[in-house]
């Protein structure tokens, strides 16, 4: 399937995004490829699964089935002029390698692609891909802390920057945000507060805390790990 895209070339700024490809239609992909669909993006997904390829095409602005590690198959498809291209093909690493290469080699900008392992990581990360995803991994560090930490949600966004929703500690309830001193015991940021049954809003110097109280709180990793335990 040939697309007419010489008009447009990958763009760095996010606000300007309007199309994605994703190389790999598998459980990860389809689903990476029906959100940005839902969200007005347009979207060509391509895999080598003609039945995959079928199943999507009624939901996708494009859908084509092709050899992502060939290049002239990624030329023919457009692929480089696309905004965004995801390569979603994780757990077939020489897969993954060639089509990266390619498409790198043909000057693609807005790169990420999804890894299945540490070693696949850091080859994607050695080619010069600007953004890795590893689902698995971050899934499982935010199960680990949901299940060992006070965190009811947590969002790992690499550099070793997170982000929890927490129960607010008994330490910090009836105390003003000013007073509470949690920037200074665990090097965290509580950045928004949400009482019971109410909307969330962002934390001010003369907030005060409350019994009920859901807390966004953001900083690095390992203090956020000890707010988690000691707050």
């Known amino acids: 399937m040939a697309r007419n895209t010489s008009s447009r070339r990958g763009t760095s700024d ?13 459980r990860f992909g389809s689903s990476l490829a029906l959100e940005l669909e839902s969200q007005g993006i347009e979207v060509l997904g391509v ?57 790198l080699r043909a000057g693609v900008t807005g790169l990420w692609a999804k890894a299945d392992s540490t070693a696949h990581e850091q080859i994607l990360a050695q080619l010069g891909v600007e953004h890795v995803i ?41 105390r003003m945000a000013a007073d509470a001193g949690i920037e200074q015991d665990f090097g965290v940021r509580i950045v928004a507060r949400r009482a ?8 001010a110097a003369q907030t005060v805390y409350a019994p009920g109280d859901e807390l966004i709180v953001a900083g690095n990793y390992k203090d956020m790990e000890r707010f988690g335990r000691e707050a």
């Open 134 to 174: 590893s689902p698995q991994a971050a899934m499982g560090r935010r199960v680990a802390h949901l299940l060992a930490d006070s965190a009811q949600d947590w969002t790992d966004y690499g550099g070793g920057f997170v982000m929890g929703r927490f129960a607010a500690p008994t330490s910090l309830i009836h």
């Open 14 to 26: 996010p606000a300007q995004i309007r199309s994605v490809a994703v190389l790999g239609l598998g």
């Open 196 to 203: 019971m049954g109410g909307r969330w809003e962002y934390v």
């Open 47 to 103: 895999d080598a699964d003609e039945e995959i390829v079928q199943e999507l095409s009624e939901d996708l602005n494009y859908a084509a089935r092709a050899d992502i590690s060939r290049a002239d198959a990624l030329a023919q498809l457009g692929v480089a002029e696309m905004d965004r291209v995801v390569v979603a093909v994780g757990s077939r690493i020489e897969t993954s390698v060639l089509t990266c290469s390619h498409l």
